[in-house]
């Protein structure tokens, strides 16, 4: 299973840098193993991954399998991975997000597809990369959603599994996008709580989102 999770770790990467949301080595992604996590190691060129470029570290952050150094955002991984149901990190630079981390202390909640990530998406305030204070605000914000952008850096991504960490990055990056080019505009309207709530009780009665058959 490691190595299955290093591996698909490192197509991720490589999916990641195609799709614009990281540029040279400006991210890390990981997934819950046996004892830990794997982790793209520190330098790693997304568009360029392979599997030795991913490490397996324990619980303390040790590296038992791999030559390479983790992410200098460990801690920030560790600290989201206090959530049980946490199977997968994905931090990007992704450029949408960075410029609304300039101009807002929050994503409010404009489209219903945000409520997979948990609706309004918190911008939490700048600290330096892989820093202590970096991973406790982060881990904190990710308490609450599966996202969370970070001042003037990034975004950072949650999921049951790598695939669905990876696509929580897409949503992110497009209610991004969406709200930058409403507010150009104006100032963007909200869902209200009640619409939200309206949205979830249909989505559950409806398996929205879910092949069926007729």
């Not at 360029?48 to 200098?72: E, F």
């Not at 950072?156 to 969406?178: M, Q």
Request: with cysteine.
């Amino acid at each position: 299973m490691t190595a299955d999770a290093r591996a698909a770790i490192a197509d991720a990467c490589r999916a990641l840098a195609a799709d614009g949301l990281v540029k040279g080595t400006a991210g890390n992604v990981s997934v819950r193993v046996d004892g830990g996590i794997a982790i793209t190691a520190t330098g790693v060129v997304f568009a360029q991954a392979t599997v030795d470029d991913v490490s397996v570290v324990d619980h303390d952050g040790r590296v038992v399998v791999g030559s390479l150094a983790p992410s200098s955002e460990l801690g920030l991984h560790l600290a989201a991975y206090a959530d049980d149901a946490v199977g997968a990190v994905v931090h990007t630079h992704a450029p949408a997000a960075i410029t609304l981390s300039l101009v807002s202390d929050r994503l409010p909640c404009i489209h219903y597809q945000q409520l997979t990530l948990g609706g309004e998406i918190e911008v939490v305030p700048f600290a330096v990369f892989g820093s202590p204070e970096l991973a406790a605000s982060t881990g904190a914000a990710l308490t609450t959603a599966n996202a969370a952008i970070l001042a003037h850096h990034g975004a950072v991504t949650t999921g049951r599994d790598l695939a669905d960490a990876v696509a929580n990055t897409a949503v992110l990056e497009w209610a991004c996008d969406i709200y930058l080019r409403a507010r150009a505009v104006a100032e963007p309207a909200e869902l209200s709580p009640e619409q939200q709530a309206a949205v979830v009780a249909a989505a559950v009665a409806t398996d929205y989102g879910q092949k069926r058959t007729v």
